[in-house]
């Protein structure tokens, strides 16, 4: 079985800081790990995955994450926050031996900037 | 590449009516997956499709949804006799068998009134 948890709903953060948010996830077997964007009344874009390459994985928009096995943590960064930046993002797991990469997500964590 | 298209946009119907969703996916990915999502949730996986067969389906997925995928190309997902908590919006994606991290639509948002 796997699982991913966002702690916190909402986070805030002021045009131009450094945004943080953070995904720790459970996963019996190797994971592959992703970050979606969604904005009002969308569907998901993908931002970046994680799939057992490099541990640091850049993705579009400036956004990058880190991949810590030892932490079981997917934590998505980006150095300075653009008011397009708000948002809803969700991590997501898969297991990296299925047979189907059915994804598992966790609850989101909304983004708002502020000028 | 078009993108994974979904119709309609927006769906009202009343409780009790049946509803019928469509997908188009990518015209090369040979996978094809439904999910839901409620207000202040993440998706949640419904069914999933390798070509025209429907190899995984969710406790979620009670018997009033059915979906198909004749010929491994559009998708339909139907729900019969809506509840109000059939509210949600439901999503479409797409991947080739190997790909992670597939590409969604823009979603059907239905409302039971």
């Known amino acids: 079985a796997q699982s991913v948890t966002q702690l916190g709903s909402h986070v805030s953060v002021s045009e131009g800081a450094l945004v943080l948010l953070r995904c720790n996830y459970s996963s019996s077997v190797p994971p592959y790990l992703f970050w979606y964007v969604q904005y009002p009344n969308q569907g998901l874009q993908l931002l970046l995955k994680y799939t057992s390459a490099a541990t640091l994985v850049k993705g579009i928009n400036g956004f990058e994450a880190e991949f810590k096995k030892s932490e079981t943590s997917f934590h998505l960064t980006k150095p300075s926050a653009h008011m397009s930046d708000a948002a809803e993002y969700f991590c997501?797991?898969?297991?990296?031996?299925?047979?189907?990469?059915?994804?598992?997500f966790g609850k989101g964590i909304t983004l708002s900037v502020r000028p | 590449d078009t993108g994974v298209s979904q119709d309609p946009r927006h769906k009202i119907t009343k409780r009790g009516q049946n509803v019928t969703f469509r997908c188009d996916p990518i015209s090369e990915h040979n996978r094809l997956y439904w999910y839901r999502q409620t207000l202040g949730q993440g998706p949640e996986f419904l069914t999933y499709?390798?070509?025209?067969?429907?190899?995984?389906k969710s406790r979620l997925l009670s018997d009033r949804f059915s979906a198909e995928r004749p010929k491994g190309s559009f998708s339909t997902l139907e729900i019969q006799r809506t509840e109000q908590g059939d509210s949600a919006m439901y999503l479409c994606a797409s991947s080739s068998t190997g790909d992670y991290g597939y590409t969604f639509g823009s979603g059907t948002r239905l409302t039971v009134v």
């Open positions: 997501a797991v898969t297991e990296s031996t299925g047979a189907n990469s059915k994804l598992t």
């Open positions: 499709f390798q070509n025209e067969a429907q190899l995984e």
